[in-house]
C-alpha cells in the first residue's frame, strides 16, 4: 500500500505542479542580432509550433493514464478486501486511530476512542467522565455481529479484560460472572461444579454480554433463547450509575433490558442459571423434505436439541438432533459405511478439477501456490469456500458445490459423543453474509407454518435463478419473556423457528466481494417481500441491516413498532442514557424519537 501512496503523491505532485520558467542559463542571442523595432516577438513557424505542442500534450497524457491504470490495477493488500479505491484520497492514518471490524468484514469503521476497563470500577469511571463530556462509548463485544450492531467511529467500550467467574452457587446451580467473559472460557471455567450453560449458540467467541444483549439462540423447541438463561444483571448506565435488576428488583426493567442491545447501560456483570454438564448422543443424518413433512412433529417434541440443513438445488435435508447419553443404554453402537477421509474426499477431486478447468493448471497433493496449504489437509468448510470463490455467482457453479455438500452429508451420517459444548458447536465456515429470521410456528402439540416457510423459500431460490449456496440453517426455540427478543411472547407454550439465509464472501477482491453484496441483499430483499409479513417473520437483532433509502426506512421503523414495545425502550433509554452515549447510528435509526418519526 505504501508503493500506492507514493504514486499518487508523486503524480499529485506533477498534476499540481507550475510550469517550468525558461532557465537562465540559455545561450544569449547572437552578437550582431538585429534588435526589433517593439516588444511583439516574431511568430514561431506553424510546424514547429504545433508539433511542440503536440509533443507535450502526449507527454502529459500518457502519465496522467498510465498513472491512474497502475492506481486502479495495483493489488490490493489482504487488509483492504473491501474497501473500494478512491482517485487520489492517500492521507495517511494517525498512530491513535484504531481500525475495527466485525468477524465477516462486512462491517468496518474507524476511531480513536476505544476503551477496555479491566474492572467494574474503571468501567464506572469510564461512563461517568464520557457521559459527562458527552463522548459516545459504544459497547461492542467480541465482533461477531454481522451487521456490526456494537460498531461506530464515535467511540466504543469494549470489556474483553473483564472476563473474570466471579461465584459459583453449586448447590442452584447459578453462576455470576463478569460480562467480558467468552462463552467457552465461561463453560471451561465452571466444568469442574460439574455445571454448564443450558443452551449454546455456534460460536463459542462470543462474550457474554453481547450474546444476551442481541438475543442470541441456540436450538431445541423446549429450550428458550439464551437471555432466558439471565436471572439477575448490573448495568452500569450514564444516568443512574450502576444499578443491578432482576425480576425481583425492577422486572419492568429487567425484561426490557435483557435483550437491551447495548442501549440501556454496559451489562457489566450477569448472574446466569445453568444445568448439570452432560454428555450428548449426536445423530447425523439425510433425509428430504416429503420425510421431514410425516416425522417433524415427533422430531421437534421427542429431541432436546434439533436442527434442519436444507441444501438448495438438491433434495436433501440434513437433520441434527442431540439428546443426553442414557446411562442404561450407553453409546449407540454403529459403524460408519465412510471414514472422515473417505467422506470428503470427493470435495478435494472437485477441487482439483475445479482449479485445471478455472486456472489452467494440474493440481496434484498440493495447490499451485505454495504459500496455500495442502488441499488434504483443509476442512470441508474450507474446501466449500475454495470451491465457491472461482465462481461465486455463477449458479450452475453453485449447484455443483452444494451437490458435493450433500453427498458429503450423506457419506459422513451417524453418531458422536461428547460434552455439550463440543456437540452443540458448529462450524460455520468464512465471511459471509447472514439473514436469519424469526417467527412464530406454533406450539409443540401443534407446529404450524415453519416447513411451509422453508418451502416457499426454496420456490423463490429456484424461480429467481439465486445462487444460493448451502446450508440453509433452520433452527427453534421456545419464547421468551424479554421484551426485545424477537421470541417473546407471553405464552411459555409457543415455539418460533429460526431460519437462516446465507452468502459467503471467499475472496478479497473488493469487485467480488461488491458483487457478491448486491447479490445477497437482492436475495434477502425476496425473502423480505414475499415471507416476511406472512409469517410475521423478524430479523435477528445481529443481523438486521438499515436501509439507505427514506421510505424502506421509514417502513422498517413503522414495522418494528408493531412487534416491540419501542416507546417504552426509548423511554427507558432517555432516563439512563439521555446523551445518548451507548448508542449508535443503527440504534437511532432503528429506534427514533417519538418525534423524530
Not at 481500525?99 to 464506572?124: A, D, K
Not at 459403524?335 to 477441487?351: N, S, W
Amino acid at each position: 500500500m505504501l508503493r500506492v501512496n507514493n504514486l499518487r503523491r508523486s503524480l499529485h505532485s506533477f498534476l499540481r505542479r507550475p510550469p517550468l520558467k525558461p532557465s537562465s542559463a540559455t545561450a544569449p542571442p547572437p552578437p550582431f542580432a538585429p534588435r526589433p523595432f517593439c516588444s511583439v516577438p516574431n511568430p514561431p513557424t506553424s510546424a514547429t509550433s504545433d508539433a511542440e505542442l503536440r509533443k507535450y500534450l502526449g507527454y502529459t497524457l500518457l502519465i496522467v493514464t498510465s498513472g491512474i491504470i497502475t492506481y486502479f490495477s495495483f493489488p490490493l493488500p489482504e487488509n483492504a478486501k473491501h474497501k473500494k479505491a478512491k482517485l487520489f484520497r492517500y492521507a495517511p492514518l494517525p498512530p491513535d486511530l484504531h481500525n475495527v471490524s466485525n468477524w465477516s468484514g462486512t462491517h468496518e469503521v474507524q476511531t480513536r476512542t476505544f476503551l477496555q476497563p479491566e474492572s467494574i470500577s474503571e468501567l464506572e469511571a469510564v461512563v461517568k467522565e464520557s457521559n459527562e463530556k458527552k463522548q459516545k462509548i459504544r459497547p461492542v463485544g467480541s465482533g461477531l455481529s454481522p451487521n456490526g450492531i456494537g460498531l461506530t467511529r464515535s467511540g466504543m467500550v469494549n470489556l474483553a479484560l473483564m472476563d473474570k467467574v466471579l461465584e459459583v452457587d453449586q448447590k442452584n446451580k447459578r453462576v455470576r460472572v463478569e460480562a467480558g467473559i467468552r462463552v467457552q472460557q465461561l463453560v471451561d471455567g465452571i466444568k469442574e461444579y460439574g455445571l454448564t450453560l443450558q443452551n449454546f449458540a455456534s460460536i463459542r467467541e462470543q462474550q457474554i454480554g453481547g450474546i444476551v444483549q442481541v438475543g442470541a439462540h441456540g436450538t431445541g423447541a423446549r429450550l428458550p433463547p439464551i437471555d432466558e438463561q439471565v436471572i439477575s444483571m448490573k448495568l452500569v448506565t450514564p444516568a443512574k450509575g450502576t444499578i443491578e435488576i432482576s425480576k425481583e428488583k425492577d422486572p419492568e426493567l429487567f425484561y426490557l433490558a435483557r435483550c437491551g442491545l447495548g442501549g440501556l447501560g454496559v451489562v457489566a456483570e450477569v448472574t446466569l442459571q445453568c444445568v448439570e454438564r452432560q454428555e450428548l448422543v449426536e445423530h447425523t443424518y439425510i433425509s428430504n423434505i416429503n420425510e421431514i413433512k410425516k416425522n417433524h412433529k415427533k422430531l421437534l417434541s421427542e429431541n432436546k436439541h434439533v436442527k434442519y440443513l436444507y441444501i438448495p438445488y438438491t433434495d436433501t435435508v440434513v437433520v441434527v438432533r442431540c439428546n443426553p447419553l442414557s446411562k442404561w443404554k450407553g453409546a449407540p453402537k454403529f459403524e460408519p459405511k465412510y471414514t472422515k477421509e473417505e467422506a470428503i474426499q470427493h470435495v478435494r477431486d472437485l477441487y482439483r478439477e475445479s482449479l485445471e478447468t478455472y486456472r489452467k493448471v494440474v493440481v496434484t497433493s498440493k495447490t499451485p501456490n505454495e504459500n496455500e496449504p495442502n488441499i488434504d489437509e483443509l476442512s470441508f468448510t474450507e474446501l466449500r469456500d475454495k470451491l465457491i470463490a472461482l465462481d461465486p455467482l455463477n449458479k450452475e457453479r453453485i449447484i455443483k458445490v452444494n451437490q458435493a455438500e450433500a453427498e458429503f452429508w450423506k457419506k459422513s451420517e451417524g453418531y458422536r459423543v461428547g460434552w455439550s459444548d463440543d456437540i452443540l458447536g458448529f462450524d460455520c465456515g468464512g465471511q459471509q453474509w447472514v439473514s436469519e429470521t424469526c417467527f412464530p410456528a406454533g406450539t409443540l402439540s401443534k407446529p404450524v407454518k415453519d416447513l411451509e416457510y422453508i418451502e416457499k423459500l426454496m420456490k423463490i431460490i429456484d424461480k429467481e435463478n439465486i445462487p444460493a449456496p448451502a446450508p440453509i440453517e433452520q433452527r427453534w426455540t421456545t419464547s421468551s419473556k424479554s421484551l426485545m427478543s424477537p421470541a417473546y411472547s407471553s405464552s411459555g407454550d409457543d415455539i418460533f423457528s429460526w431460519v437462516g439465509i446465507i452468502m459467503y464472501l471467499p475472496t478479497t477482491d473488493a469487485r467480488q466481494r461488491k458483487d457478491i453484496t448486491e447479490e445477497f441483499f437482492y436475495y434477502r430483499r425476496l425473502t423480505q417481500e414475499h415471507l416476511w409479513d406472512e409469517f410475521s417473520a423478524y430479523e435477528h437483532w445481529a443481523k438486521i441491516e438499515v436501509p439507505k433509502d427514506k421510505d424502506e426506512l421509514a417502513a422498517l421503523q413503522a414495522r418494528l413498532r408493531k412487534r416491540f414495545p419501542v416507546d417504552a425502550y426509548n423511554k427507558a433509554r432517555k432516563e439512563l442514557d439521555p446523551n445518548r452515549i451507548l448508542s449508535n447510528n443503527m440504534l437511532d435509526k432503528l429506534f427514533p424519537n417519538t418525534e423524530s418519526v
